[in-house]
């Protein structure tokens, strides 16, 4: 089974709420007249397993009159988000029910482009908690969570046993340490450490993030001011810089994306990496990956224990100007409702929003990495709350990537970081 990232290029994850301006202060959830039912069009992301088109086809047997058709977005996330603002500032109703990546929640919300769900449509308390979050805009739920995950670390688990190490590591130094051992081995002489993602994109904007996180500092804190410039926030910038610096890193990560990073991993360059839940699938192939059956999946290491990684996902939510509003509820309701997040679950690997699947015995035995992804998305962050995400991510990637490239001391990078985000927040 061919499996691709959830969000395209992977988003970032921070912790702020950002006030919008210029918005107009009327009620968001004031109805639009347009409370109807009848058939709708829900705008997602690539059927690549063409489970989604197969849901759909129950619901359209069992509602002939409020059947749904299937919209696929671009694949590339800009691009896919490009196509529904598009949409949203000429008020088309060609969307009845939009599939937002989990930073663009706030954005869609505070222009009133999407509307706030009732209470009661969807059983809050059967997901994930931090993915719950990732839908909610100034406390209300805006959008169901239906996709969900965090980075997870890679391991060769064979070169591990052949340096007489048991378990993977859950600090940086022990990450280190390990890679120490394995190089010293004749299997593991040249295997390179570790990698992320750290091209000029989001994924770096992901793995500072999470660097930082897992230092014990925040990107921003929660009322929204940024903290890049603490002593943690530094510590989790010079683990990547260092990182380079000493060889952990190979050079040739620095531009790095999901894939790139994955076929090494893949092809047996690395000892550990650092991706998302898609990548257990495609390394497990037998007749594509060299290290099917040799590999293992645990939370990301931080500086002092377990790290803390980003959470991201997808999520489902009803257009302000579809026509068929009471049809586009019911539709969401029914996609991310405990059965169909069951039936959805056994047929492909996409980490969904349901937190029972992630104990369930059969979900486990169909995909063994579920108890890690688990640990680890107990210990990420929610996806930012914002409506500037595109500037602030933007600002991450720019000094962020002058740090590791070598440009700026990680002192100076941190400090010019600071200053560019505080001007966006205010």
């Known amino acids: 089974m061919t499996i691709r990232p959830l969000w395209g290029g992977a988003a970032a994850a921070l912790s702020l709420t950002l006030a919008l301006s210029g918005c107009g202060s ?38 002939p009159k ?30 009845d029910v939009v599939r937002l990546d989990a930073v663009w929640t706030a954005e869609f919300a505070a222009r009133r482009w999407v509307l706030p769900l ?43 046993a052949k340096a007489g190490i048991k378990n993977p590591p859950k600090t940086w130094d022990e990450l280190r340490d390990a890679c120490a051992k394995v190089q010293k081995t004749p299997e593991g002489r040249s295997v390179d450490c570790y990698a992320g993602q750290y091209g000029k994109y989001e994924g770096l904007t992901v793995n500072y993030s999470e ?20 002593p943690q926030a530094k510590a989790g910038l010079r683990f990547l810089v260092d990182g ?4 952990t890193i190979p050079e040739k990560a620095i531009t790095y994306k999901e894939e790139e990073g994955r076929r090494a991993f893949q ?35 931080g500086e002092d224990g377990l790290g803390s990684g980003t959470l991201g ?14 049809t586009a509820r019911g539709f969401i309701a029914h996609i991310v409702g405990p059965q169909i997040q069951h039936e959805y679950g056994r047929a492909q690997s996409f980490p ?62 941190a400090e010019d970081l600071q200053k560019a985000l505080a001007a966006l927040a205010d």
């Open 26 to 63: 009327s009620d968001p959830a004031a109805p639009s007249g347009n409370d109807g039912r009848g058939p709708i069009t829900v705008a997602t992301g690539k059927d690549l397993t063409q489970t989604v088109q197969k849901l759909v086809a129950k619901w359209n047997e069992g509602h």
């Open 211 to 230: 660097a930082v996180q897992s230092a014990g500092g925040e990107v921003f804190d929660a009322s929204g001011k940024p903290q890049v410039n603490t």
């Open 267 to 301: 092809e047996g360059h690395l000892v550990f990496h650092r991706n998302w839940a898609y990548v257990y699938a495609l390394a497990s192939e037998k007749d594509g990956s060299k290290v099917a059956g040799k590999f293992g999946v645990a939370p990301i290491p």
């Open 118 to 160: 009732p209470d009661g449509l969807v059983n809050t308390s059967s997901f994930v908690p931090a993915a719950l979050e990732t839908g909610k805009y100034r406390g209300r739920l805006y959008a169901a969570p239906w996709l969900t995950g965090t980075g997870v670390l890679y391991y060769r688990e064979d070169l591990l």
């Open 352 to 413: 969904l929003s349901l937190a029972a699947l992630y104990t369930d015995p059969e979900m486990i035995k169909l995909y063994p990495y579920l108890p890690a992804l688990k640990q680890g998305m107990d210990k990420a962050k929610p996806r930012p709350v914002v409506v500037r995400y595109n500037e602030v991510s933007t600002a991450v990637q720019e000094h962020v990537t002058a740090a590791v490239t070598g440009k700026k001391p990680v002192d100076q990078a």
């Open 66 to 95: 409020e059947k749904v058709r299937l919209v696929e977005l671009p694949e590339d996330g800009d691009q896919a988000r490009q196509q529904l603002i598009q949409n949203m500032q000429i008020k088309s109703d060609a969307y």
């Open 244 to 247: 380079f610096k000493n060889g």
């Open 313 to 326: 996902g997808n999520n489902l939510a009803v257009s302000a100007f579809s026509k068929h509003q009471a």
